[in-house]
């Protein structure tokens, strides 16, 4: 079987780039930078599923986006997490948080609803992630 993105991502997320293992998305959400890493394997829902070396990829990858992250956006904290309760598909948040940000230091789930980059902000916050994800 072939790896196809979830609707719910294609959806919610602009591509931005791929590394070995996963697919770089944007969440279309300004409320937060946020990133969401696909591991491009076929019917993968759980991190334990994926082979010892796909699993050691991940990690560098949760690592390489985070660092990124929390230097370009100067982030209070970085959140990771692979919940999948409404996307079966496997895929792992990466999330710039602030103490100012619309969640406070909350969850970000359901906080606030998700608001979509205007045209101008979303070109502009790709090039961003592209530079600084290499």
């Known amino acids: 079987m072939t790896f196809k993105l979830h609707d ?10 791929r590394f070995p293992l996963c697919r770089v998305l944007l969440n279309n959400d300004i409320n937060y930078p946020w990133i969401i890493l696909v591991p491009e394997r076929a019917d993968i829902r759980e991190i334990h599923e994926l082979d010892a070396t796909d699993r050691a990829t991940l ?7 985070s ?6 956006f100067k ?14 598909q496997l895929h792992i948040h990466v999330i710039a948080r ?8 909350g969850p970000v789930w359901n906080a606030v609803a998700a608001q979509p980059y205007t ?3 979303l070109d ?11």
């Open 8 to 17: 719910d991502l294609v959806r919610t997320c602009v591509d931005i780039r």
């Open 59 to 65: 990690i560098e990858e949760i690592a390489t986006v």
């Open 67 to 72: 660092a990124a992250m929390s230097s370009e």
């Open 75 to 88: 982030a209070d904290k970085i959140n990771v997490g692979a919940l999948g309760n409404a996307t079966p």
């Open 98 to 105: 602030f103490k100012t940000d619309p969640a406070g230091m």
């Open 119 to 121: 045209e101008a902000g």
């Open 124 to 134: 502009s916050i790709i090039v961003r992630l592209r530079k600084i994800l290499g």
